[in-house]
């Protein structure tokens, strides 16, 4: 008697929590999320407020959305609905819909749990990513999960277990008949790193599979995906990438298009703003993970104004990814970089896949960038057992091997294999930067190049950038070039004249010079936040 008691009742008060409302269609897109808004009346009829969600029922179908409420915007008795609700449930202007209160997902409970400092598993992680990507959580409970996150720590069970949630609630792919798929990722903060457009075509060109997938700048003057972006489409789909590496061995693809764990992209609008990075090891790993790599080589660029300031932490990070690796069965080893200077001479997109494209068709040699290329290349192919892995490399490039190969994904992916370097424009205004004494080049601000080359518009413009005549160590006469800066309007030119006033890009004085330099007043100390998958 009392359950047939309470079943009346719950009935009674669900009645009392639903309306049916008349749609109206906003025209707005919500980023993925599915957002109403409701009259203030109607909600106060419902018993909600803002951010509550609520069910959204039109014929058979149904959908939990996210509220906001309005008095003015949306009369009593109508419901205005996000792109993302019309297109999901099939709604027009005027249909009538059933309203009802709905329970705040379960992942909520979790998000909490994690703030308290509790440990997490797979099942809470899955939950909690899962309402990520369908849109059902908030901006602001996102950001409490990222925070939390960032102040309570993630051990390795949990980022194996985050990283395989990532995994699953995204697309996954399958290179069918390929055993010995292959990747490099570099945790960035060092510009110029064109170092993917070089090592992709050697190690397809010498019969491995390595499938790379890039992501575009966040906080750097050129993600992978901008350099690549120069030389041909990079926004494939699934089955594209799956043909290109069928034909190639290899491709070069932004992982934007892929929808290869998409929770990172909704993660890093968190990250970003708030200048921190708890994800680093869900985020490269799920990514990797997706794509069916076997051996990875992450790359630690180590040194002053690279993420990592020391060798002993990046051997600790290294340690770290190793084990996540096992983990996630991915055989991981990590390569310890030089990251005291940009890689090569280039910085920008334009600028960086035409020293790329320069460097496979032998017509410049880059010391830096090809010994940091063929190292990496020979911890790839030491992974599989192939020996001599540095001088096959080598060879590799002087043949012709490799430019052929790079040429070859050019063409499967839709561009001109016949592009020249000349070919790719970049912008026609630029400011030559002189040495105001002679010496040596004692230190490059990797932060200082990094801000020059985006304030004179990269990567959005991808002519915009930053040529180094000098390097560390080399010698500098008075008024010699040490850089050039180059955009593609004028305005953005003057812009990036005034932060390279405010922040000096590079340090010239006698060998073993004891003084760095003086300050005279209060220093602003802007510190500088890399963000790079």
Same mark, same amino acid.
């Given at each position: 008697?009392?359950?047939?008691? %309470? %079943?009346?009742?719950?009935?009674?008060?669900?009645?009392?929590?639903?309306?049916?409302?008349?749609?109206?269609?906003?025209?707005?897109?919500?980023?993925?999320?599915?957002?109403? =808004?409701?009259?203030?009346?109607?909600?106060?009829?419902?018993?909600?407020?803002?951010?509550?969600?609520?069910?959204?029922?039109?014929?058979?179908?149904?959908?939990?959305?996210?509220?906001?409420?309005?008095?003015?915007?949306?009369?009593?008795?109508?419901?205005?609905?996000?792109?993302?609700?019309?297109?999901?449930?099939?709604?027009?202007?005027?249909?009538?819909?059933?309203?009802?209160?709905?329970?705040?997902?379960?992942?909520?409970?979790?998000?909490?749990?994690?703030?308290?400092?509790?440990?997490?598993?797979?099942?809470?992680?899955?939950?909690?990513?899962? +309402? =990520?990507?369908?849109?059902?959580? *908030?901006?602001?409970?996102?950001?409490?999960?990222?925070?939390?996150?960032?102040?309570?720590?993630?051990?390795?069970?949990?980022?194996?277990?985050?990283?395989?949630?990532?995994?699953?609630?995204?697309?996954?792919?399958?290179?069918?008949?390929?055993?010995?798929?292959?990747?490099?990722?570099?945790?960035?903060?060092?510009?110029?790193?064109?170092?993917?457009?070089?090592?992709?075509?050697?190690?397809? *060109?010498?019969?491995?599979?390595?499938?790379?997938?890039?992501?575009?700048? $966040?906080?750097?003057?050129?993600?992978?995906?901008?350099?690549?972006?120069?030389?041909?489409?990079?926004?494939?789909?699934?089955?594209?990438?799956?043909?290109?590496?069928?034909?190639?061995? &290899?491709?070069?693809?932004?992982?934007?298009?892929?929808?290869?764990?998409?929770?990172?992209?909704?993660?890093?609008?968190?990250?970003?703003?708030?200048?921190?990075?708890?994800?680093?090891?869900?985020?490269?790993?799920?990514?990797?993970?997706?794509?069916?790599? #076997?051996?990875?080589?992450? @790359?630690?660029?180590?040194?002053?104004?690279? #993420?990592?300031?020391?060798?002993?932490?990046?051997?600790?990070?290294?340690? @770290?990814?190793?084990?996540?690796?096992?983990?996630?069965?991915?055989?991981?080893?990590?390569?310890?970089?030089?990251?005291?200077?940009? =890689?090569?001479?280039?910085?920008?997109?334009?600028?960086?896949?035409?020293?790329?494209?320069?460097?496979?068709?032998?017509?410049?040699? =880059?010391?830096?960038?090809? +010994?940091?290329?063929?190292?990496?290349?020979?911890?790839?192919?030491?992974?599989?057992?192939?020996?001599?892995?540095?001088?096959?490399?080598?060879?590799?490039?002087?043949?012709?091997?490799?430019?052929?190969?790079?040429?070859?994904?050019?063409?499967?992916?839709?561009?001109?294999?016949?592009?020249? !370097?000349?070919?790719?424009?970049? &912008?026609?205004?630029?400011? +030559?930067?002189?040495?105001? *004494?002679?010496?040596?080049?004692?230190? $490059? *601000? %990797? !932060?200082?190049?990094?801000?020059?080359?985006?304030?004179?518009?990269?990567?959005?413009?991808? &002519?915009?950038?930053?040529?180094?005549?000098?390097?560390?160590?080399?010698?500098?006469?008075? &008024?010699?070039?040490?850089?050039?800066?180059?955009?593609?309007?004028?305005?953005?030119?003057?812009?990036?004249?005034?932060?390279?006033?405010?922040?000096?890009?590079?340090?010239?004085?006698?060998?073993?010079?004891?003084?760095?330099?003086?300050?005279?007043?209060?220093?602003?100390?802007?510190?500088?936040? $890399?963000?790079?998958?």
């Amino acid at each position: 008697m009392r359950t047939e008691e %309470n %079943n009346l009742t719950s009935t009674f008060f669900k009645k009392l929590m639903e309306l049916t409302l008349k749609t109206k269609l906003l025209g707005l897109e919500t980023g993925g999320k599915p957002i109403v =808004v409701l009259n203030k009346s109607d909600a106060e009829e419902l018993g909600i407020r803002s951010c509550s969600r609520v069910e959204v029922c039109f014929k058979k179908k149904r959908l939990i959305a996210i509220t906001n409420i309005s008095a003015k915007l949306i009369e009593e008795g109508a419901i205005g609905v996000s792109e993302e609700v019309k297109s999901e449930l099939g709604l027009r202007s005027g249909d009538e819909v059933r309203v009802e209160v709905a329970e705040f997902p379960k992942s909520l409970r979790y998000i909490k749990a994690k703030l308290e400092g509790k440990k997490l598993g797979y099942e809470e992680f899955y939950e909690i990513v899962k +309402d =990520v990507v369908e849109g059902r959580l *908030s901006e602001g409970e996102i950001a409490s999960f990222v925070c939390a996150l960032e102040t309570r720590g993630i051990d390795l069970d949990e980022a194996a277990s985050l990283s395989l949630a990532m995994v699953e609630t995204g697309k996954k792919i399958e290179f069918k008949g390929k055993k010995k798929i292959v990747d490099k990722h570099s945790i960035g903060g060092v510009p110029g790193d064109k170092t993917s457009l070089v090592l992709v075509p050697i190690i397809a *060109s010498l019969g491995l599979t390595i499938p790379k997938t890039s992501s575009r700048a $966040i906080t750097s003057a050129a993600g992978t995906a901008d350099r690549a972006e120069c030389l041909m489409p990079v926004s494939l789909e699934i089955e594209e990438m799956l043909r290109v590496v069928k034909k190639t061995n &290899g491709c070069i693809a932004w992982g934007g298009t892929l929808h290869l764990a998409p929770a990172d992209d909704i993660f890093i609008q968190v990250e970003y703003p708030l200048a921190i990075d708890p994800l680093l090891f869900p985020s490269i790993m799920s990514k990797k993970k997706a794509v069916g790599s #076997k051996y990875l080589v992450i @790359d630690i660029p180590c040194g002053r104004g690279a #993420k990592i300031k020391t060798i002993g932490d990046a051997d600790k990070l290294a340690k @770290d990814f190793i084990e996540l690796g096992k983990r996630l069965g991915i055989d991981v080893r990590c390569a310890v970089t030089h990251g005291e200077e940009p =890689v090569g001479y280039c910085v920008g997109p334009a600028l960086e896949a035409r020293e790329a494209l320069s460097v496979l068709m032998r017509r410049l040699h =880059v010391e830096d960038l090809l +010994d940091k290329v063929t190292d990496i290349v020979a911890i790839l192919l030491g992974m599989v057992g192939m020996k001599y892995g540095k001088q096959r490399a080598i060879k590799a490039i002087s043949s012709g091997k490799a430019e052929r190969k790079l040429r070859e994904i050019i063409a499967e992916q839709g561009g001109n294999p016949k592009i020249k !370097p000349e070919d790719i424009p970049v &912008g026609e205004e630029k400011l +030559d930067v002189l040495a105001k *004494s002679k010496g040596f080049v004692l230190w $490059i *601000s %990797n !932060p200082a190049i990094i801000s020059i080359a985006r304030a004179a518009g990269a990567p959005k413009d991808k &002519g915009a950038g930053i040529v180094l005549h000098k390097k560390l160590g080399e010698p500098v006469r008075e &008024g010699e070039k040490i850089l050039t800066v180059y955009a593609e309007k004028s305005e953005k030119l003057e812009r990036a004249k005034k932060v390279l006033e405010e922040t000096p890009p590079m340090g010239i004085g006698k060998r073993r010079e004891m003084l760095i330099h003086e300050i005279r007043e209060k220093p602003l100390h802007r510190k500088t936040f $890399i963000l790079e998958r």
